[in-house]
């Protein structure tokens, strides 16, 4: 991704931020008027009690950062490499396992070191859920010509946050089939808080973007490949007729970018410190709620908090102003909540961004602060895991066999 601009004197660097205070208070009130427009989404707040059960599930929190997936990511894997290849097989035998629907794009991109060959990858729960949320980060690595730079690892930028995603997914899994196999049956919670039918009508998508990197300078057509080229076909791929967006009778007709609510990109995360600021008005209710989940973690007790960490939300509404693998989605009208370090790890596109740079305690906070956001987006329970449908029915054959005329007798007799 591209810096903001370098920032070497404090005079320069307080002119600028003030500058940028200015132009978010006119933003702000400008976007005030439009509050409206924003599309915000019922969050089913967890209570403290279901936050702690939450991060005790499974799977267990890592012991080691080479450990795990983790440990598969934390190689050089330029795009086009053989190495790239790998951890796209990996990538693909995690979702396999878990039963996801996969979906490659491989395309050929000329950069400025000839034609290489891109392969994004793309994860959803449920293929015929008319809505998703998505959740992304590239897997590729940046490419140098020469030895020793050529062994970048890339560990924040960005190995940890598709590590955390294959986490992610995995303990969001055994949710979202339990919820499944409610619904096939009929059984599908319906109360004041959910009503899982409708839930499930938004399901989530993982996509692992390949070609972030620039493979010389960061220009718009040397840099996020992948993004750009799954913008363009999804902004080209018309729904069908029978999808739900179409009784709608869009102009132009909506595509499958109409179908994402909400892109939530991650991006150089994973070492101790971290400074998250929300740059779209749009999303920056769901900045809030990532806090919340932090705040909430910190609160009780379930996530260890470095020195000086305590605030990773920042509370500045920024502009956009990095770019990254978000951009032409959102140059498509797509709503973005970029999750991107600010100022970026100090570590960025050295030889140093290896397994050293990343931190256990950070890791081990994103996952659970990631556990609490999806499961409050989509409305999942963890109360609900496992044996609820064979819970509920054993539940209702005692009522039933409480009210038959037998069982009354029985009681009587008593
Ligand atoms: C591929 O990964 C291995 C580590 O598994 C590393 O030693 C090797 O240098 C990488 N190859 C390239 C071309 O980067
Ligand atoms: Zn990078």
């Not at 936050?51 to 499974?58: A, F, I, R, S």
């Not at 992948?226 to 018309?238: D, H, M, S, V």
């Amino acid at each position: 991704m591209i810096y903001l601009p370098n920032l070497k004197s404090p005079s320069i660097h307080l002119f600028l931020f003030t500058f940028l205070v200015f132009l978010t208070c006119i933003t702000c009130r400008r976007e005030d008027q439009h509050k409206s427009g924003h599309q915000k989404r019922d969050f089913h707040t967890l209570s403290n009690e279901k936050v702690k059960k939450l991060v005790e599930l499974d799977p267990p929190q890592w012991n080691s950062v080479t450990e795990g997936h983790l440990g598969k990511l934390l190689i050089p894997r330029a795009s086009g490499s053989e190495n790239n290849t790998l951890v796209q097989n990996y990538i693909s035998s995690v979702f396999t396992k878990l039963g996801w629907h996969e979906e490659k794009t491989p395309f050929t991109d000329t950069t400025p070191i000839g034609e290489i060959e891109f392969t994004n990858l793309i994860y959803t729960f449920d293929p015929s859920a008319p809505r998703k949320l998505v959740l992304a980060a590239h897997f590729d690595s940046k490419w140098f010509p020469d030895f020793p730079a050529n062994q970048f690892i890339g560990a924040t930028d960005s190995a940890a946050p598709v590590a955390l995603l294959l986490h992610l997914a995995e303990f969001l899994t055994p949710l979202l089939n339990s919820r499944k196999s409610r619904i096939s049956s009929g059984n599908g919670i319906l109360n004041e808080i959910y009503d899982e039918d409708e839930l499930a009508e938004t399901t989530i998508q993982i996509v692992m973007f390949d070609g972030e990197e620039a493979f010389r300078d960061w220009t718009n057509t040397d840099s996020i490949y992948g993004a750009r080229y799954l913008a363009e076909t999804w902004q080209e791929t018309f729904l069908p007729s029978s999808h739900p967006l179409n009784r709608r009778r869009l102009s132009p007709p909506p595509s499958i970018l109409n179908t994402i609510d909400v892109l939530v990109l991650l991006d150089l995360l994973g070492n101790k410190h971290a400074k998250i600021n929300s740059f779209f008005r749009e999303t920056d209710w769901l900045h809030d709620q990532m806090r919340s989940a932090d705040e909430r973690l910190q609160h009780d007790n379930l996530i260890e908090v470095e020195k000086g960490e305590k605030e990773w939300f920042g509370r500045l509404k920024l502009r956009g102003g990095i770019g990254d693998d978000h951009v032409p989605f959102l140059a498509r009208g797509v709503s973005i909540f970029h999750v991107i370090s600010n100022p970026f790890p100090s570590v960025w596109h050295t030889l140093k961004d290896d397994a050293t740079a990343l931190s256990l305690p950070a890791l081990r906070r994103w996952n659970r602060v990631l556990r609490v956001f999806t499961c409050e987006y989509l409305g999942l329970d963890p109360d609900t895991i496992d044996t609820r449908s064979t819970k509920r029915s054993v539940d209702e054959l005692v009522r039933i066999l409480d009210q038959s005329p037998v069982d009354q007798k029985a009681k009587e007799g008593r």
